[in-house]
């Protein structure tokens, strides 16, 4: 009987998922200065909130529903042999929202945005970019592996066994996601309790 951890093969290197993920932010940093695109939540991700509208537990259930729905969506595509383009995707996605979140603070404001982006964009960016790039590198490897099953390469027992692994490590995630949500929801409050815009 083959164990579980026949699924920890080596995986490509979290830095490289990071570095996509970049590319997304410097996308996102290009298209900042279309109004109508960093307005848009579906775009910025709720990276960008307005102080004035948003409370610290809408805040918390908007960024925590965005990130359920990425890591799902990494689950997913990581049970399709072709999942790996869709999960590229999703690291270019999050890089957007950062990147023109981030942009669009420091256009219509200038450098009075430089603490409002530190705290209420930075932390939560560092932190969500790894939850996606741990998401998309199971992704990638899942599929990966149901792909050269297809093609006689794979052990069905390893793709099968490690199943419950899969699940457990996106429980995970979607655990932390949940973690990094309240977190940031009550960094949000701090910052706004103290005149902070």
Do not use: W
């Not at 960008?48 to 960024?63: F, G, K, P, W, Y």
């Not at 270019?92 to 942009?103: C, E, N």
């Not at 099968?160 to 929801?185: C, E, P, Q, R, T």
Request: charged letters at 10%; hydrophobic letters at 50%.
């Amino acid at each position: 009987m083959k164990k579980i951890s026949t699924l920890s093969e080596k995986r490509t290197s979290l830095t490289v998922y990071l570095m996509v993920i970049a590319v997304g932010i410097v996308t996102g940093a290009f298209l900042a200065k279309s109004p109508s695109l960093a307005g848009s939540c579906l775009v910025n991700q709720f990276f960008l909130v307005d102080t004035q509208e948003v409370s610290a537990v809408s805040l918390i259930v908007r960024t925590f529903s965005v990130s359920l729905l990425v890591v799902s969506a990494a689950f997913f595509f990581g049970a399709s042999a072709v999942g790996q383009p869709f999960g590229i995707f999703l690291l270019i996605y999050r890089g957007t929202g950062i990147g023109i979140s981030a942009s669009a603070m420091y256009i219509y404001c200038g450098t009075a945005a430089i603490l409002p982006v530190a705290v209420t964009i930075l932390p939560k960016a560092i932190a969500f970019s790894v939850i996606t790039a741990l998401a998309v590198r199971e992704n990638v490897h899942n599929s990966c592996l149901i792909f050269s099953h297809c093609f006689g390469r794979g052990e069905h027992e390893t793709v099968k066994g490690g199943f419950k692994l899969i699940l457990v490590k996106y429980a995970v995630l979607i655990i932390l996601s949940l973690i990094i949500s309240f977190a940031d929801g009550g960094l949000y409050f701090l910052y706004t309790s103290v005149g902070g815009n």
